[in-house]
């Protein structure tokens, strides 16, 4: 059997020790542009589609095997976070046993950010649609006064 990194020695491949090297120098830029963009946003869970109206925005959270007491939504610091903890049905019967278990039983936390300054947090509205949670966020809309224009 083949090793799937070939190894020289103790040593990891000269291309991916300069890659670790070039990664902490000072000389390359950031985490995305090493990793790429998608590095985080490709395994963030629960995913979302995040949608922009002119008088609010609109998330839809993909959270399957979920009900609603297992999510919670808050508001702290500029970041709506959406949490969720899925818990294991401990149901022991003497009529089974496992003989397989590959269901994953975990915990979550989305953080997207949120201007206070663009949107109305005290009015966030979230609905729990089956296998998805459905976020509606109010943008804060000043509306046009009448007034009146001095010429000079």
Sequence with gaps: M???IKRHGNRLPIDFESAI???FSHDFPSFSEFFGNKFFSEGAYPRVDIRDFKDRAEIVAEIPGLTKEDITLDYKDGMLSIKGNKREQKEI???HEVVTKEIKYSSF???IA???DIYDIDNIKAKHEGV???I???KKIEEAKDTKINIE
């Design 132 to 134: 998805s949670l459905e």
């Design 93 to 95: 019967t003497e009529e």
């Design 109 to 111: 936390c989305r953080k």
């Design 2 to 4: 083949t090793a799937l």
């Design 136 to 138: 509606t966020i109010p």
């Design 114 to 116: 949120l201007s206070d």
């Design 21 to 23: 090297d070039k990664f």
